[in-house]
């Protein structure tokens, strides 16, 4: 009886395993935001005394503690012909403990890459539900900035078997 309750239990946690996919392969080029509508001719935008508009967001890559994604946008350099970019990511509108390596953007339209992480201090376990383009000028004042939705829940430390079964049974801690 206790063989036959170990059989099961190691097949029950091989097809587990299995079935888990890594995040890369589920999200890797899925389109989060796309406003074909924002993709009007650069000298239009201006003339209609617009600063920033995101066009389309995309996943590049999407791993527990790191989110890469490509963004399309409009910027009419009403700020300077070169500025910076980088973001944000909160849960409900509360930022978190997360990093984002910045990304130059030009006047035009042009496409930066964010990269989002967890900071050292973040929990193991962290959620979000947008993600936040933001345009700062040379003295790192930020001019301009859009959300764009997505959920994601982030984990740290949570490698190989064991990391895979607890991420099975993580939830989102409580933010206050």
Known sequence: MKTRIVVYSVLLIIILLVSLKPATIKNEGLIIYNQPQNDIPVEQFIRNWETMSVIKAQVVSDI??????KIDYLYS???????TTCG????????????????????GRGTAILSFGLSSAAKDTECST????????????????QK????KIWYKNKNGILGSVS????SCPVYS
């Not at 947008?130 to 900035?145: E, L, P, Q």
């Open 167 to 170: 991420k099975l049974f993580s």
């Open 64 to 69: 527990d503690d790191r989110l890469i994604l």
């Open 77 to 83: 350099g009403d700020h300077g012909d070169v500025v």
């Open 130 to 145: 947008d993600i936040t383009f933001s345009i700062y000028d040379n003295k790192g004042s930020v001019f301009a900035h």
């Open 148 to 151: 764009i939705p997505y959920e």
């Open 88 to 107: 944000g990511v909160s849960f409900d509108g509360k930022r978190g403990d997360w990093s984002c390596r910045p990304s130059g953007v030009k006047k």
